[in-house]
């Protein structure tokens, strides 16, 4: 039976059905400019504004180089006039948000509500809070019509690394809902002075070495490890590399076997418990971060914001494990004065853990600053020139304009064929696809998933056993579930929602 909120045509379903005349008119503009002409469009020609977040591009208020802005920026000012320049009556605006990530969230949310927020925004992928409540637009339409802005292009989705509209990023309904620029790797890098003084010596070859290295660093007077996403997903998927399940996995990947576990494949995975908080290899995962925890930075927290103070800038951190965006950043800071490499983790024998799997682990590249179209773009009839906005700002050069800034950190771009900085090559030479990995399983909504985070912390701290934190986890085990599938079979277009019969 309809519910009343789908009966008023108000349900996020109700909303995207509402949408699809829109998007099917969009699609037709823009595909009736296709075949490279980037002529003035008279089309998107009158006196409006679109406002877009543009968070770690955002220009700076001027380019001098000072301690305070030793990265300036002016790259999208200056791609924006240009797009402008194609569009005489369109004007693009930059807004200013918190860049303090909890705070962000609490305004976009708010924005959201408010039916306020800007028509582009920078979110987290997959984005499934967003979409959920219809906030944000499903883009694989638009994705599949060619970019105009390249030559010979003939689907958009063609440009950007595959790996970032892989399954684990599309939403729980299926859906891509963002434009990645940059993808986001993460890197070891380790202060060869500090190893030196402590007699650690490089290549670490297994995962007792790398636990054996952080004892030295700490005898040695040194802060040995830490990273600020030891929270996230970051540990999660290491961990579930180093202790790779390939029976788990395979009973997993059946609803559509691709060599990776998508959302609803994860979701039945919870539901019938063939993963969860009951697995030995779950329990293993506690174990092993309570036993690297002891080497982290002293009052470590998961307070999600940045460090009051770079360790390792600061030449006090033996290791860091950090976004490999960091490395431009390290090698043009003057305070940074010693030598550092970059590395990666190692594999893990049966000597550390039962469940070892012996496998080296990959260096994985997800999405990195997502543009989400939001529904103030179809309220204020301003879709088309924000799709046509976007299609110009990743192009192979625009992009490498945007993440290569000469005065700017650079950061490894999502487009194919954009051009990068020498620095970034260490880098980009490890880039693999996301196959065959199994993330330990971590809560399945984000509510369930905050608190997963919560009582994580509270037990490697010694604040509750590992019996009680398994029993405070099975609760929101339970809710995830439930949260997970309620909202793909309520809140999701009926084309979008799980099969439930096929699990």
């Known amino acids: ?280 290899r779950f329990h293993e995962y506690l174990r092993l971060m309570k036993e690297w925890s002891r080497y982290w930075k002293t009052g470590f927290s998961f307070n999600k914001s940045p460090d009051s103070v770079n360790l390792f800038r600061a030449g006090r951190l033996g290791i860091s494990w950090d976004g490999a965006l960091n490395l431009s950043d390290y090698e043009n800071d003057p305070y940074v004065t010693f030598d550092f490499e970059l590395g990666w983790f190692p594999p893990m024998t049966k000597a550390s853990s039962p469940f070892a799997s012996a496998r080296t682990p990959e260096r994985i590249p997800v999405p990195g600053t997502c543009f989400y179209v939001t529904q103030s773009a179809v309220d204020n009839d301003l879709l088309e020139p924000v799709l046509d906005w976007l299609m110009f700002l990743t192009t192979p050069g625009n992009v490498a304009k945007l993440t290569q800034e000469e005065t700017g950190i650079k950061i490894p771009p999502a487009i194919l064929g954009a051009k990068v900085d020498p620095v970034l090559a260490p880098v980009l030479a490890q880039v693999t696809e996301l196959t065959g990995i199994l993330p330990i399983y971590w809560g399945l909504s984000p509510e369930a998933e905050d608190n997963f985070d919560r009582i994580f912390e509270l037990y490697l701290m010694d604040e509750l056993t590992l019996e009680q934190a398994l029993a405070r986890m099975a609760k929101w085990t339970d809710f995830g579930v439930r949260e997970a599938i309620r909202d793909n079979q309520t809140l999701t277009n009926p084309e979008d929602r799980w099969d439930l019969s096929r699990w």
Not at 7 to 33: E, H, I, Y
Not at 187 to 200: C, M, P, Q, R, W
Not at 263 to 271: D, H, Q
């Open 1 to 280: 039976m309809m519910s009343s909120e789908e009966a008023l045509g108000n349900s996020p379903a109700a909303r995207l059905r509402a949408w699809t005349p829109v998007f099917v008119a969009v699609v037709a503009a823009l595909a009736s400019d296709c075949g490279g002409d980037v002529s003035v469009n008279p089309s998107i020609a009158a006196s409006r504004v679109i406002r877009m977040v543009p968070w770690v591009y955002m220009p700076s208020a001027d380019m001098e180089i000072s301690e305070e802005n030793p990265f300036p920026r002016e790259a999208i000012r200056l791609l924006a006039r240009e797009w402008e320049r194609l569009h005489p009556g369109v004007r693009i605006e930059f807004m200013v948000a918190a860049q303090e990530q909890s705070a962000y969230l609490t305004w976009v949310e708010t924005q959201c509500r408010g039916g306020t927020i800007p028509e582009i925004i920078f979110y987290f992928p997959p984005g499934d809070k967003l979409a959920n409540q219809a906030w944000v637009l499903p883009l694989d339409t638009f994705l599949e019509q060619p970019n105009k802005y390249v030559p010979g292009n003939r689907h958009w989705r063609d440009l950007i690394v595959p790996a970032c509209l892989a399954p684990p990023w599309m939403a729980q309904d299926g859906h891509n809902y963002f434009i990645p620029v940059d993808i986001f790797m993460t890197s070891l890098f380790y202060n060869t002075a500090i190893l030196e003084k402590a007699g650690v010596h490089l290549p670490i070859e297994t995962w007792a070495e790398f636990m054996d290295a952080h004892r030295r660093i700490r005898e040695a007077g040194y802060e040995p490890f830490w990273s600020r996403a030891m929270w996230s997903l970051w540990p999660r998927e290491l961990m579930g590399q180093l202790m790779h399940d390939e029976p788990t996995f395979r009973r997993l990947d059946v609803l559509d076997p691709n060599g990776r576990i998508d959302p609803e494949e994860n979701a039945r995975g919870a539901y019938l418990d063939i993963i969860g908080i009951h697995e030995s």
